[in-house]
């Protein structure tokens, strides 16, 4: 079972940037899908960027263009570079790492979030 905790979060002015990481443990990382999510006051909970064990990338029309999403499997580690910030994007941020079994079963595992305000 993986263990992920968040961090990189905080205050930024518009159009500023954030990097957002993910650290694993307790299991093998390079083993799990991993994703970003994001919950917004009132709002569901929403994908933001996953990367698959292979490092293939996909992001949310919101973001496309801004964040960037990447793994560093020596370092048990995946980031979320945030780029031209926007209050829409104030959030808090989720780490997600999914594990899928021979048999296709899922299992998530989720960080205590990281909290994203980006203010004017």
């Known amino acids: 079972q993986v263990h992920v905790v968040e961090s990189g979060g905080g205050l930024v002015q518009p159009g500023g940037s954030l990097r957002l990481s993910c650290a694993a443990s307790?299991?093998?990382?390079?083993?799990?899908?991993m994703g970003w999510y994001r919950q917004a006051p009132g709002k569901q909970r929403e994908l933001v960027a996953a990367i698959t064990i292979r490092g293939s990338t996909n992001y949310a029309d919101s973001v496309k263009g801004r964040f960037t999403i990447s793994r560093d499997n020596a370092k048990n580690t995946m980031y979320l570079q945030m780029n031209s910030l926007k209050p829409e994007d104030t959030a808090v941020y989720y780490c997600?790492?999914?594990?899928?079994?021979?048999?296709?079963?899922?299992?998530?595992?989720w960080g205590q979030g990281t909290q994203v305000t980006v203010f004017s």
């Open positions: 307790g299991s093998i990382f390079s083993l799990y899908a």
């Open positions: 997600n790492a999914r594990y899928y079994t021979l048999t296709s079963r899922e299992y998530d595992y």
